[in-house]
Structures are given as structure tokens and as C-alpha cells.
């Protein structure tokens, strides 16, 4: 079973034809399996699952598919038999040059191989609905849809739409049994259990290979490609890695949903023309590294593979009217998960309008409420819409100031520290106390006040109740926190300033003040186990900066580090940001950065580059904490000055930023080992 990923590996190379010859009748076809409320009899926890499918569904219709052509199975519907059916009749209507999709949101486990084919002697399953999570006498998995299964049903439905098709397929699930056995999870989690032992597969010799890596559901021996000619490229996201758990999370709305789910839905939201699958997960990596920090998402298959065989629905720099509510409110067609919140500026202007910057709008209006897909724009005078295609809205100001995290208080024993925390937090303008649906929580645990995620219960970071400072420096830790998420989350997209990196492995040294170069590495060594690169202390990396937008762009880049500190990266020290600009369609190397060995903390890390007009200069903010620092900089010096001095009171809050100064922002995402 082990031999896929390295038949498709083989299949990648073969399968080199250009991929525009789809046929004109390819279809987009989903199957969404959505399984929450398992039966109680069976010894499952209830999870999320169902609001997932508003996530996936959304973003699919978003990207062209269309809702005769997606299946949907929840619950009790996606037994064994009905999750097996419904394969079998997405094979049986497929075509060639489909692009197919199947989404999994539910419990996943491990049971004993009934082929020999694990040299662990388990296979990986998704639970059905009828499936239980114990042996009981006579059961031998048939209610558990194995790797092998379903592996064989892949393999058929990537022979029946040919070469010239795609099978992508997310997993919002785990199958590691080795992170809750004997404790009761803080959060819910999916999958996780022990490994469901079955006695009469206990004398099965295992034939596989040690050492291999993967989920293995989506394998199949290599004999199953027969006479049906080429296979689609296949491509397999997955929420955690296969020795992890998949924690759940929440969307705008507090609503509980699978990370995969809501990280694919805000990525797919951000895709552009001719992006690969390897590009849109490191958009989904990035994204989960702020949401779910405590897994590794995992992306298996044919990854450079371009996206849909590059047939993505960009999204588009209007929006549109979706519904006249009265004479002062309209609903628009975007929402949090496009980065519009309560508060953004958007003007309304003619239809077909080219450039908003350049041009005035017919009027403007407010956010008054965001939800995960639309909004509600509010004018304070009759707005005169007649007619909802006569018009696109823009955004013309983002505000940045209701964009806070939720911090719960828990129980501090300590009378002092607790007082000062209730007190000091308040008013913080990255901050909102708040016990429903928080991002934090800070409470005392032993000697301790510990300050964690709310989502999956990670430690952030904690400090002594025997520390005289103990208020202060937990204070400071839930700011870090916070600020670390803002700048996490903050997307700009301007077509006009777009600038992406590369990082290229050398062998150099610092010779009279100087970069010197003795031998450029290849940089696909990094990339031979997994799809974003791991990086040690031994490591050297020159920066290569790519403008992909339609002007010249001035760029800056920082580093977020696993515990939430920020580094500046460029502007070089004692360089002012004037240096960094790139000409349209130039590609080049920073002469004066040398990316000199990684260090712990170890995990997963951002840098994080942001690109516009004018100049910017990050550095000076960055070191001195905001100290000092406040004065005529650009909005985006702005915006990272106050979420350093994140302080109470009307004095500072978190600044706006008009559409004509804003940039675009870009994360390469990688992590740090040993």
C-alpha cells in the first residue's frame, strides 16, 4: 500500500502534456462528507463537522462548481454504505478532465491491518457513522471505511477522468492514537482515540516497508492503473500530520469548525492566477499557524500541480450587491473570510469602473455587520440603488480597530496580579475581556499564571506568582499574543505592489564587509519529505525578492518567531527602507542579508514581507518596541507602531488604511529543526 506516493510521483514526471486540453464538457464535481453527531451507543464525541460544509461549499461555488454537481452526506447518511455509494456514483458520473473534490470532516482512527500491508500493523480509517470507536465480539472492521478501500476507489475515479482532470481531497480529521490515551481532551478534537484492536487480525505478518511516511488513504497497488490510460493528478490536504491530533477551532461567528475547513476557505478566498497547490497550502500553513498552532497540516500528492489545472476564480477587487435591504442598507458579497470586518470604508461606484484609486465613488458607506461570507454596508443617506447591477463596491479604508482578540480571565488566586490583569487589559486596543468564544486565557496553575490558547489549550507562555513583576510580564505576554496575531492575519492584496521571496541555499561567509558566495545549493533537498522546507542552525539562505505586481514596489520583511517575539530581516541594519525597491517583473537577490543558521525557539515560522508605493521602514518599531518612534510614517509604520504601544485610552488605537497607500503582503512560511 506504501508504493503510491511513489507511483505518483512516477506519473507526475510521465503526465507532462499540456493541461489546457481538458475537454469542453469537464465538470467540477464535490462530495462533502460532513459526520458530527455520531451515535452515543458507539463512543464517539460529538464534533463540529456540520458547519463545516457552509466553509467548503461556499468556497467551492466561489471557484465555479456548481450545487447540481456537489453531494452532501451528513450524519446519519454517511454510514459505511453510504459513504461507499456515494463514491461509487461520483466514479460512475465523472468524466474525463473533471476537476473532482472530496471533502471529509469527522473522526478518523486506526485499526488493526486485516493484509499485511502496515508494518505497523494498523491501517488508517475514516469513521463512519456507524462505525464504533471499541472492539466488541465479531466485529472486524466493516463499518470502517479502511486506507485500502478507499485508496482503490481514488485510483478508479483518478483512472475514469484521465490525465487531463484533478482529484483533490481534503481531510478535516487525525488518525494519530497517541495523543488522548488516558486523558479527556480540553477541546475538541477529531479522531484521537486508541487504535481499535482486532483480535482475529493479530497473527497478520505485516509486508511493508519501514520508515514511510503518509496517511496512506489514498493508496492503491500499482496493478489498479490498468487499461484506462493515464491517471489524474492526485492531491491530498490534510489537517494535521499523521502522528498529530486535529484540533477544531472557530470562525468569525465563534462558531466550532474543523481548522482544515476554515483555513482552506480563507486560502481559497486569496488565490491568484496560476498559483500550485503548493502555493495555496503555504497560505493554509500560515493560516493555521495562527489558529491552530499545536498541529502541522500536511499536503500530499502532485503538489505543483497548478490549481483546478488553472482554471481558479480569482477574487475579483469589487464586490457586488447581493441584496437592496431598505433605503440605507445594502448586503454585500464578502465577508470576514475575505478580510472585511465592521467599521471598513466601501464605496459604491459605476460598474465596469477600472481603477477605484484613481477615481472617486459615487458615495460610500460603512460596515455595520460582517459575517463569514457577507456584509451589511450602511449609509448614513438613502443610497438611490435601483438597480444592483449597475454598481461594484471597493474598499476604500480598512479599520483595524475592531479586530481584537478575547481574553478570558480564569481563576488567579493571587488578589493582586488578579486586579492588576482585569485592570490594566481593559481598554487595550488589541483587547476585549471576554469569556465567550476567547482566543486566550490567562488563569493560575500551580506556582504559575499561564497564559494559553482557548482554541487547543497550547501554552503561550507563562511566568512565577513569586515574581514581583508577575502582572506586568503576563500583561506584556497576552499583548505579544496579540500583536503577533494582528500582524498573523493582516492580508493586503494591491495588483499594483505585489512582491514574493524565495530563499536560495549557499555555502558564504562575511569577507570585508561582504557577502561572499562559494557555492549556491539546491534548495529541493528541503523539500524531499514534506511540502514546506524545515531549516537548522547549520543552514545558510541568500533572500530572493520577485516583484509580481504591475509597478515597482518599495518591500520590507520581519520574522515571527514561534513564541510570538518579531525580528526585522530587511531593511539590513543601518539601511532606512529607501534601498528595497524592485522594478516591475524584476527578480533579485538582497545583497546585504545573510539568513545565517535557525534557531530555537524551534516550530513553525512566518516571515512575513510587505510590499507598497512608498518607502517603509519597519525596523526602527520593531527594535525600539514603538518607544519613540511616533511621527509622519506610512499607514502601515502606523499600524505596527500602535499594535506595539497597544495601550488604554483614547490616545491610541489602531490605524486605518486607505486603499490608495495600501500594499500587499506576502508569508513564506518554514520551520525550524534541530
Not at 310 to 326: A, C, K, L, P, S
Not at 342 to 347: A, N, Q, W
Request: charged content about 25%.
Amino acid at each position: 500500500m506504501k508504493q503510491l506516493s511513489k507511483f505518483l510521483t512516477i506519473i507526475s514526471i510521465i503526465t507532462v502534456f499540456p493541461l489546457f486540453m481538458s475537454s469542453a464538457l469537464a465538470e467540477k464535481r464535490a462530495l462533502i462528507i460532513a459526520i458530527g453527531d455520531y451515535p452515543d451507543s458507539l463512543g464517539w464525541s460529538d464534533i463540529s463537522s456540520r458547519n463545516d460544509v457552509a466553509l467548503i461549499q461556499r468556497t467551492l461555488l466561489g471557484q465555479g462548481f456548481e450545487e447540481r454537481n456537489m453531494v452532501m452526506l451528513f450524519d446519519k447518511q454517511a454510514t459505511k454504505k453510504g459513504i461507499v455509494d456515494a463514491l461509487n456514483n461520483l466514479i460512475r458520473d465523472a468524466g474525463k478532465g473533471d476537476i473532482v473534490v472530496i471533502h471529509y470532516s469527522g473522526h478518523g482512527q486506526q485499526i488493526s491491518d486485516n493484509n499485511g500491508d502496515e508494518i505497523d500493523k494498523l491501517d488508517e480509517t475514516l469513521v463512519a457513522w456507524d462505525a464504533p470507536a471499541f472492539y466488541t465480539d465479531g466485529y472486524t472492521g466493516e463499518n470502517h471505511l479502511r486506507d485500502d478501500e478507499f485508496g482503490e476507489m481514488i485510483t478508479a475515479l483518478r483512472q475514469k477522468v484521465g490525465s487531463d482532470g484533478q482529484v483533490l481531497v481534503f481531510m478535516d480529521s487525525c488518525h494519530s492514537g497517541t495523543g488522548t490515551r488516558g486523558e479527556k481532551p480540553a477541546v475538541k478534537v477529531r479522531g484521537g482515540g486508541d487504535p481499535l484492536i482486532i483480535p482475529a487480525f493479530k497473527d497478520v505478518t505485516p509486508s511493508g516497508s519501514e520508515g514511510e511516511k503518509g496517511f496512506g488513504l489514498t493508496e492503491a497497488p500499482v496493478a489498479t492503473r490498468g487499461g484506462g490510460g493515464e491517471m489524474a493528478p492526485f492531491i491530498l490536504f490534510a489537517g494535521a500530520s499523521f502522528n498529530e491530533l486535529n484540533y477544531e477551532t472557530t470562525d468569525d461567528e465563534g462558531n466550532g469548525v474543523g481548522s482544515l475547513s476554515y483555513c482552506i476557505a480563507k486560502s481559497f478566498s486569496e488565490m491568484e492566477e496560476g498559483m500550485t497547490y503548493r502555493s495555496v497550502f503555504n497560505k493554509v500553513h500560515s493560516t493555521m499557524s495562527t489558529v491552530a498552532p499545536r498541529q502541522t497540516p500536511m499536503l500530499e500528492g502532485d503538489i505543483d500541480y497548478q490549481v483546478f489545472n488553472g482554471t481558479i476564480v480569482e477574487q475579483e477587487g469589487y464586490f457586488i450587491v447581493d441584496r437592496i435591504m431598505n433605503d440605507n442598507d445594502i448586503r454585500m458579497n464578502g465577508g470576514k473570510i475575505m478580510n472585511l470586518y465592521e467599521g471598513d470604508v466601501i464605496g459604491v461606484y459605476p460598474s465596469g469602473t477600472i481603477n477605484s484609486q484613481e477615481t472617486e465613488p459615487l458615495f460610500t458607506g460603512k460596515i455595520s455587520e460582517s459575517e463569514s461570507f457577507s456584509s451589511i454596508v450602511h449609509f448614513d443617506n438613502p443610497h438611490g440603488i435601483d438597480n444592483k447591477l449597475d454598481y461594484w463596491l471597493f474598499v476604500r479604508e480598512q479599520n483595524f480597530e475592531n479586530r481584537k482578540i478575547g481574553v478570558d480571565i480564569g481563576k488567579v488566586n493571587n488578589a493582586r496580579i488578579d486586579a492588576q490583569l482585569r485592570e490594566q487589559l481593559t481598554g487595550l486596543s488589541l483587547i476585549q475581556i471576554s469569556s465567550s468564544n476567547p482566543d486566550l486565557v490567562v488563569e493560575e496553575s500551580g506556582s504559575e499564571i499561564v497564559v494559553k490558547t482557548a482554541s487547543d489549550d497550547i501554552v503561550f507562555d507563562r511566568v512565577s506568582t513569586s515574581d514581583n513583576a508577575a502582572g506586568d510580564k503576563s500583561i506584556n505576554i497576552v499583548k505579544r499574543f496579540a500583536q503577533t496575531k494582528f500582524i498573523k492575519e493582516l492580508k493586503m492584496d494591491n495588483p499594483d505592489y505585489r512582491v514574493e521571496i524565495r530563499l536560495i541555499p549557499v555555502k558564504a561567509k562575511f569577507e570585508g564587509g561582504k557577502i561572499i558566495v562559494k557555492d549556491t545549493l539546491d534548495f529541493a533537498k528541503y523539500l524531499e519529505d514534506e511540502a514546506v522546507p524545515t531549516f537548522t542552525e547549520k543552514d545558510q539562505f541568500l533572500i530572493e525578492v520577485v516583484n509580481t505586481g504591475n509597478r515597482g514596489a518599495y518591500f520590507n520583511i520581519i520574522d515571527i518567531q514561534p513564541d510570538g517575539y518579531i525580528n526585522p530581516v530587511v531593511p539590513a541594519p543601518g539601511k532606512d527602507g529607501k534601498e528595497y525597491k524592485i522594478a516591475r517583473g524584476q527578480t533579485y537577490i538582497v545583497p546585504d542579508v545573510l539568513l545565517d543558521g535557525f534557531y530555537e525557539p524551534y516550530g513553525t515560522e512566518v516571515f512575513k514581507v510587505f510590499a507598497s508605493k512608498d518607502p517603509i521602514n519597519l525596523s526602527p518599531i520593531i527594535n525600539s518596541k514603538g518607544v519613540g518612534t511616533r511621527g509622519g510614517g506610512s499607514p502601515l509604520e502606523m499600524i505596527l507602531q500602535d499594535t506595539f504601544q497597544n495601550t488604554r485610552g483614547p490616545k491610541v488605537k489602531v490605524s486605518n488604511m486607505p486603499a490608495e497607500s495600501s500594499g500587499s503582503t506576502y508569508e513564506y512560511i518554514f520551520k525550524i529543526g534541530k
